[in-house]
Every structure is written in structure tokens, then in C-alpha cells.
């Protein structure tokens, strides 16, 4: 017999509305003694009952609204109750002692989540889907987890896996008739099959650039000298007076963070000191934590003024700021006051940094009358997501770094599968790669899990879910 536990599931502060949940096999009998209007242990599941909620001693806590579901057919599996009651942090706290002190306990967090889990009401994958429906900021983030949540991961995982544990069940039947050399698996057709397969788990972690980036966002920062522009560039972002904007150079002397939507992408901005070699103690400081903001981000949008600033000393700037993978945005400022500059001058056969710099990242702009905005809002979107199109309905996007690492390690054992069969390796040798590669998508969609794994994906969820 599972514990009842109980939880707030709304969140916290004042508000019209609160609930309280309750899951586990004695929640009916422990809420119905203190609502007199219905005896709900007898009562119809999925409907709502209105009344008075009292304590031990026959006071009123509150109005409420009492919803019944029984098992198998709730969230959780098993039976449930939601009391709906006024949003007030005090009655919420009392109906929550209440329970308490008759027999349920506090829920951990993501414990109604591990329960459905645990009861089949959901796979792994879209017990994880459900935290990120709760997290999504944007309309994509919305879609991508609404669509793993209906089972559109899980439905690819479960494909793949179904064509492999085909083939490895034949593998393993001869493994049973090793000493009659007999041969159930078609080695081409087995060949095909990982190659299908890895291409389809290929299309998937590609995927997770563009996933990763719509879920999380894009931590983005815009660097360069002293008064070439930054500043008014986040602004123009922003489409908002945000940072303090002035022909002194050294006006920011710290970072400022704010964040910016494009095309369905959360750019998490980050506009930094000028760098240049400091003047006094403060300045050291911001060019210091605009270093750091550099090396910690996954985009730069580097700002310079095509009247200050020469192909040598950009050249130099940038090679400071280089960092493996980091993702590179030119943005040629005041081009009002110079409109003959052109990319080649700074980034043709002279340039000999170390940044691979292409001609539709160098964009030329006016920053403070928002001219080529536009152009530049598209490279951010670019830069984010690979250049690939931002998803549409049917299309399954992977957004979870741990189902892009089990991908990752459910592909290197095919690939061992192919070498193993290229090099005539015994079919134990194949089978048992086949069976670690099983073994990772299993682990995806939780038909094969450990304790350790779901201790931490379901203690990263709220504690009302």
C-alpha cells in the first residue's frame, strides 16, 4: 500500500484560487470526516462537490471545491483528491495540516510525477515532458514539450527499439545453437537496419541544437570597446531605454542581463563593460566579469565602430575573446560615418586570427536607428539553432541533454555493431552490443531504470507535480 501524500499544487503568494493534492490509497477516507456536506467515500469519481471544509473540532477552514478521482484513473494511477479552496497562504497551510495530521504525508518533489510513473500512466520521457510544460517561456518550448508529452519521443524511441530487439532475438537464437554453426540473422539486412537506425538517431541529436536552445534559451553577449555601441545595440534588442546610453566611453561599468525573444528563441542578453585596458579599480573589475561573461556564454555578438577601429586592432581584440565552440556575430557599428566599410577589409586574405569568420555573420549596422535589425535578429536565430527551421507541428524535436546523451551512447554501440560485423566478430560480441544500444533507448522512455536515475530526474520537479 503506497502512502498518501499531499502537496500544494498552485504556486505560492496570494491568488483567487489554490489546490491542495492528495494521492495514495487512504486519501478519501482522510479528507471525508472533515467535509460534512458529502460522505465521499461513497461518492462518484470525477465530479466536484462543493462545501464547507472544517477542522477536528467543527470550525470552518473554507469554501471549497472537492474533485475525486479513483484509481486507475488519475494522474498518478492511483486515487486522488484536489481540494480547491481560496488562495490565501494561510488556509492552503492549514488544509495542508490537516492532512497531515490524519495520515498523509508531505510529497517529495516530483513524487505525483514518479507515482504516474511508477504506475504506467506515463513513460519516462513524458514524465520529464511535464516539467518542461510547466517551465516553457515561449510558444515553441510550449509545443516541443506538449508534443513529447502526447508521446512523440516516446513513439520514436519505441519504433527503434522494436526493429532492433527484432534482430537481437535472432542473434541470441543462435547464440542457443552455437555448436550447429547455424545463421537466424541476415547480416545485410542487419547492416541496413543499423544504418536506417542510426540515421534516424542522427536526425534526432541534430535536433538538439535547436531544442536545447529553445528550451533553456541562448546566453548571449554583447562585448567590444569602449563606446562602440553596445549598450544602444541592447536597446534596440530590447526595443527599450534598458541601459544607460552616452557618447562617454566607459558608461557600463557592469554587466546588465536581460532577456529577448526572436522568432519563438529566448536570448538571455548580457551587455558588458568595454574591454580595453582599465583605467582604475572599478573598470578592472567590469572588464573582468565581461571576460567571464564571454568564456561562460554560447553566443558573442561582438560590437565595433567602423571609424575607431582598425583590422589590426580587431583582429587582436577578438583573438582575447576566442574560446572553442563559441559561436561568432560582427556587428560593424555607425555605419553612417563610414558606409564604405566592408567585410573583406577586416576579414579577407589579411585576417590571420583564429576565428573562422563568415560574410553573412559581419552585419553592418546603425545601431542607434535600428538599421538592419532585422538582418541581425535573423543571424541570432541562425546562430542558435543551426539554421534549422523552427519546428512545426508533427515534427519531433529532441530538447533533453540526457536523451541526447543516451542517443549519443545508443549510437556508438551501433557503430560497433557495424565494425564488429565488418571485422566477422562472434555474435556474442554483436548481440552484446545490441544489447547496450537497447540498453540506452531503454533508458530514455524508463523501461529500463535505476533508482539513481529517477532520484534525480524527478527531484529537479516542483513538489506539487
Same mark, same amino acid.
Given at each position: 500500500m503506497q502512502e498518501t501524500i499531499v502537496a500544494i499544487a498552485?504556486?505560492? @503568494?496570494?491568488?483567487?484560487?489554490?489546490?491542495v493534492r492528495l494521492s495514495g490509497e487512504g486519501c478519501i477516507r482522510i479528507v471525508?470526516?472533515?467535509?460534512?456536506?458529502?460522505?465521499?467515500?461513497?461518492?462518484?469519481?470525477? %465530479?466536484?462537490?462543493?462545501g464547507i471544509l472544517t477542522d477536528e473540532t467543527g470550525e470552518a477552514i473554507d469554501e471549497v471545491v472537492i474533485t475525486l478521482y479513483r484509481a486507475p484513473a488519475s494522474y498518478t494511477g492511483e486515487d486522488a483528491v484536489e481540494i480547491s479552496c481560496h488562495g490565501s497562504a494561510y488556509i492552503l497551510s492549514r488544509v495542508v495540516q490537516l492532512c497531515l495530521d490524519h495520515g498523509a504525508r508531505m510529497a517529495q518533489p516530483g513524487e505525483f510525477s514518479q507515482r504516474a510513473f511508477l504506475n504506467g500512466k506515463l513513460d519516462l520521457s513524458q514524465a520529464e515532458a511535464v516539467a518542461d510544460l510547466i517551465a516553457s517561456t515561449s510558444a515553441a518550448a510550449h509545443r516541443i514539450a506538449l508534443g513529447q508529452l502526447r508521446g512523440g519521443v516516446s513513439n520514436e524511441i519505441g519504433e527503434l527499439r522494436?526493429?532492433?530487439?527484432?534482430?537481437? &532475438?535472432l542473434i541470441e537464437l543462435e547464440l542457443d545453437f552455437a555448436e550447429e554453426d547455424v545463421e537466424f540473422a541476415d547480416r545485410n539486412e542487419l547492416r541496413e537496419l543499423v544504418d536506417r537506425i542510426?540515421?534516424?538517431i542522427e536526425a534526432l541529436t541534430t535536433s538538439f541544437r535547436l531544442g536545447n536552445a529553445i528550451k533553456l534559451g541562448v546566453t548571449t553577449v554583447?562585448? @567590444?570597446?569602449?563606446?562602440? @555601441?553596445?549598450?544602444? #545595440?541592447?536597446?534596440?534588442? #530590447?526595443? =527599450? =531605454?534598458?541601459?544607460? !546610453?552616452?557618447?562617454?566611453? @566607459?558608461?557600463?561599468?557592469?554587466?546588465?542581463e536581460e532577456t529577448v525573444n526572436i522568432g519563438g528563441v529566448t536570448f538571455r542578453l548580457v551587455d558588458t563593460a568595454g574591454i580595453r585596458e582599465a583605467t582604475d579599480t572599478i573598470e578592472a573589475i567590469g572588464v573582468e566579469r565581461a571576460l567571464e561573461s564571454v568564456r561562460t &556564454?554560447?553566443? #558573442? !555578438?561582438?560590437?565595433?565602430?567602423?571609424?575607431?577601429?582598425?583590422? %589590426?586592432?580587431?583582429?587582436a581584440d577578438l583573438d582575447r575573446l576566442w574560446q572553442q565552440d563559441l559561436q561568432l556575430i560582427i556587428v560593424a557599428n555607425k555605419m553612417d560615418l563610414n558606409p564604405y566599410t %566592408?567585410?573583406?577589409?577586416?576579414?579577407g586574405e589579411t585576417y590571420t586570427g583564429k576565428w573562422q569568420v563568415e560574410q553573412e555573420d559581419f552585419v553592418p549596422m546603425i545601431a542607434s536607428e535600428k538599421s538592419n535589425l532585422g538582418y541581425l535578429q535573423e543571424r541570432l536565430l541562425a546562430a542558435a539553432t543551426g539554421g534549422t527551421a523552427l519546428l512545426d507541428q508533427q515534427q519531433v524535436i529532441l530538447s533533453n541533454a540526457r536523451h541526447y546523451d543516451a542517443l549519443r551512447r545508443a549510437d556508438e554501440a551501433l557503430v560497433r555493431v557495424l565494425n564488429g560485423l565488418a571485422s566477422g566478430v562472434s555474435q556474442d560480441f554483436v548481440a552484446m552490443d545490441i544489447r547496450q544500444s537497447l540498453r540506452e533507448l531503454g533508458e530514455i522512455t524508463g523501461e529500463i531504470t535505476t533508482d539513481d536515475l529517477l532520484g534525480n530526474i524527478f527531484s529537479s520537479f516542483c513538489i506539487g507535480k
Amino acid at each position: 500500500m503506497q502512502e498518501t501524500i499531499v502537496a500544494i499544487a498552485t504556486p505560492s @503568494g496570494e491568488g483567487a484560487i489554490g489546490v491542495v493534492r492528495l494521492s495514495g490509497e487512504g486519501c478519501i477516507r482522510i479528507v471525508d470526516p472533515f467535509f460534512p456536506a458529502r460522505t465521499l467515500v461513497q461518492s462518484e469519481a470525477r %465530479k466536484a462537490w462543493f462545501g464547507i471544509l472544517t477542522d477536528e473540532t467543527g470550525e470552518a477552514i473554507d469554501e471549497v471545491v472537492i474533485t475525486l478521482y479513483r484509481a486507475p484513473a488519475s494522474y498518478t494511477g492511483e486515487d486522488a483528491v484536489e481540494i480547491s479552496c481560496h488562495g490565501s497562504a494561510y488556509i492552503l497551510s492549514r488544509v495542508v495540516q490537516l492532512c497531515l495530521d490524519h495520515g498523509a504525508r508531505m510529497a517529495q518533489p516530483g513524487e505525483f510525477s514518479q507515482r504516474a510513473f511508477l504506475n504506467g500512466k506515463l513513460d519516462l520521457s513524458q514524465a520529464e515532458a511535464v516539467a518542461d510544460l510547466i517551465a516553457s517561456t515561449s510558444a515553441a518550448a510550449h509545443r516541443i514539450a506538449l508534443g513529447q508529452l502526447r508521446g512523440g519521443v516516446s513513439n520514436e524511441i519505441g519504433e527503434l527499439r522494436q526493429q532492433l530487439i527484432h534482430f537481437a &532475438s535472432l542473434i541470441e537464437l543462435e547464440l542457443d545453437f552455437a555448436e550447429e554453426d547455424v545463421e537466424f540473422a541476415d547480416r545485410n539486412e542487419l547492416r541496413e537496419l543499423v544504418d536506417r537506425i542510426r540515421g534516424r538517431i542522427e536526425a534526432l541529436t541534430t535536433s538538439f541544437r535547436l531544442g536545447n536552445a529553445i528550451k533553456l534559451g541562448v546566453t548571449t553577449v554583447i562585448a @567590444g570597446r569602449p563606446n562602440a @555601441g553596445k549598450s544602444t #545595440l541592447l536597446n534596440a534588442l #530590447l526595443n =527599450e =531605454e534598458r541601459a544607460i !546610453v552616452s557618447d562617454i566611453a @566607459g558608461t557600463t561599468r557592469d554587466t546588465i542581463e536581460e532577456t529577448v525573444n526572436i522568432g519563438g528563441v529566448t536570448f538571455r542578453l548580457v551587455d558588458t563593460a568595454g574591454i580595453r585596458e582599465a583605467t582604475d579599480t572599478i573598470e578592472a573589475i567590469g572588464v573582468e566579469r565581461a571576460l567571464e561573461s564571454v568564456r561562460t &556564454s554560447q553566443l #558573442l !555578438v561582438y560590437v565595433f565602430d567602423v571609424i575607431e577601429t582598425d583590422p %589590426k586592432t580587431l583582429a587582436a581584440d577578438l583573438d582575447r575573446l576566442w574560446q572553442q565552440d563559441l559561436q561568432l556575430i560582427i556587428v560593424a557599428n555607425k555605419m553612417d560615418l563610414n558606409p564604405y566599410t %566592408k567585410f573583406e577589409q577586416y576579414f579577407g586574405e589579411t585576417y590571420t586570427g583564429k576565428w573562422q569568420v563568415e560574410q553573412e555573420d559581419f552585419v553592418p549596422m546603425i545601431a542607434s536607428e535600428k538599421s538592419n535589425l532585422g538582418y541581425l535578429q535573423e543571424r541570432l536565430l541562425a546562430a542558435a539553432t543551426g539554421g534549422t527551421a523552427l519546428l512545426d507541428q508533427q515534427q519531433v524535436i529532441l530538447s533533453n541533454a540526457r536523451h541526447y546523451d543516451a542517443l549519443r551512447r545508443a549510437d556508438e554501440a551501433l557503430v560497433r555493431v557495424l565494425n564488429g560485423l565488418a571485422s566477422g566478430v562472434s555474435q556474442d560480441f554483436v548481440a552484446m552490443d545490441i544489447r547496450q544500444s537497447l540498453r540506452e533507448l531503454g533508458e530514455i522512455t524508463g523501461e529500463i531504470t535505476t533508482d539513481d536515475l529517477l532520484g534525480n530526474i524527478f527531484s529537479s520537479f516542483c513538489i506539487g507535480k
